[in-house]
């Protein structure tokens, strides 16, 4: 999709989340596949996999494919660690941005509480704060409550049976509501949070899978008026199916 005007990536941010994508592919990758996973026009993913090519960054296979090329070993510090969780989404959280034009997060399972440790903001003036390295409570937010759906019984019963703070008017702390709502979730594949941790805040989130198991959330989060359920009654779906997509063969 053809980035939006308000939402404009420079060319280092680009030429990054392209040969990220490359990298994180899994195997050689078309242009147009490219393209539709980094959220680049295809006349700009052309001509920035040309000059990754001249770099040496990627390397052209016969058939026209595109695979990491050697001189990425010079960026890769012998025995170095892994590349993390949120370095390896960065461009699909630019992603979500560009397709949805709200401010995008991924969060993971601290222990006692979710933390974001990634996000991308909206190009709206108008948007919810920084989320960014902030602990929340699992059940006001739909980071939270996704990766709460994928807790073992014996986890959640010791939640559930904790005392659930309320942030604002609107949180759910019932036990009863709150596994009842973990089900739809389970069904659904994504979560709506309507002004449970901040008023004017919603948030809709999917979970992120490895090898079946759920590493992590991630999706969208805004101002009420506009990011909405009522609003958007199929974004839960498209998100998903978006997240879904772009993870194949992200690894």
């Given at each position: 999709?053809?980035?939006?005007?308000?939402?404009?990536?420079?060319?280092?941010?680009?030429?990054?989340?392209?040969?990220?994508?490359?990298?994180?592919?899994?195997?050689?990758?078309g242009?147009?596949?490219?393209?539709?996973?980094?959220?680049?026009?295809?006349?700009?993913?052309s001509?920035?996999?040309?000059?990754?090519v001249?770099?040496?960054?990627?390397?052209?296979?016969?058939d026209?494919?595109?695979?990491?090329?050697t001189?990425?070993?010079?960026?890769?510090?012998?025995?170095?660690?892994?590349?993390?969780?949120?370095?390896?989404?960065?461009?699909?959280?630019?992603?979500?941005?560009?397709?949805?034009?709200?401010?995008?997060?991924?969060?993971?399972?601290?222990?006692?509480?979710v933390?974001?440790?990634?996000?991308?903001?909206?190009?709206?003036?108008?948007?919810?704060?920084?989320?960014?390295?902030?602990?929340?409570?699992?059940?006001?937010?739909?980071?939270?409550?996704?990766?709460?759906?994928?807790w073992?019984?014996?986890r959640?019963d010791?939640y559930?049976?904790?005392?659930?703070v309320?942030?604002?008017?609107r949180?759910?702390?019932?036990?009863?509501?709150?596994?009842?709502?973990?089900?739809?979730?389970?069904?659904?594949?994504?979560?709506?949070?309507?002004?449970?941790?901040?008023?004017?805040?919603?948030?809709?989130?999917?979970?992120?899978?490895?090898?079946?198991?759920?590493?992590?959330?991630i999706?969208?989060?805004?101002p009420?008026?506009?990011?909405?359920?009522?609003?958007?009654?199929?974004?839960?779906?498209?998100?998903?199916?978006?997240?879904?997509?772009?993870?194949?063969?992200?690894?």
């Amino acid at each position: 999709m053809a980035e939006e005007p308000g939402r404009s990536r420079g060319p280092i941010e680009r030429a990054f989340t392209l040969l990220q994508a490359v990298v994180t592919a899994g195997g050689p990758v078309g242009v147009r596949e490219l393209g539709r996973r980094t959220g680049l026009p295809r006349s700009t993913t052309s001509r920035l996999v040309a000059t990754l090519v001249e770099l040496g960054m990627v390397e052209r296979t016969a058939d026209g494919t595109v695979v990491p090329g050697t001189a990425l070993a010079t960026l890769v510090v012998d025995g170095g660690p892994k590349p993390l969780l949120r370095d390896r989404l960065r461009s699909l959280l630019t992603a979500l941005v560009d397709e949805h034009g709200e401010s995008a997060a991924l969060a993971v399972d601290d222990g006692d509480a979710v933390l974001y440790v990634a996000q991308i903001d909206a190009p709206s003036p108008v948007r919810a704060p920084d989320v960014q390295s902030e602990r929340h409570p699992f059940h006001v937010v739909a980071h939270g409550l996704v990766l709460m759906a994928s807790w073992p019984a014996d986890r959640l019963d010791r939640y559930l049976g904790s005392r659930l703070v309320a942030t604002t008017v609107r949180s759910q702390t019932d036990p009863d509501r709150i596994r009842a709502r973990l089900a739809r979730i389970r069904d659904d594949g994504f979560a709506w949070t309507e002004e449970e941790f901040a008023d004017e805040v919603n948030g809709l989130a999917v979970p992120v899978r490895e090898a079946g198991t759920v590493v992590a959330s991630i999706g969208l989060y805004g101002p009420s008026y506009r990011l909405s359920p009522k609003v958007y009654p199929d974004l839960g779906g498209e998100v998903a199916a978006t997240v879904a997509r772009r993870l194949t063969g992200f690894g």
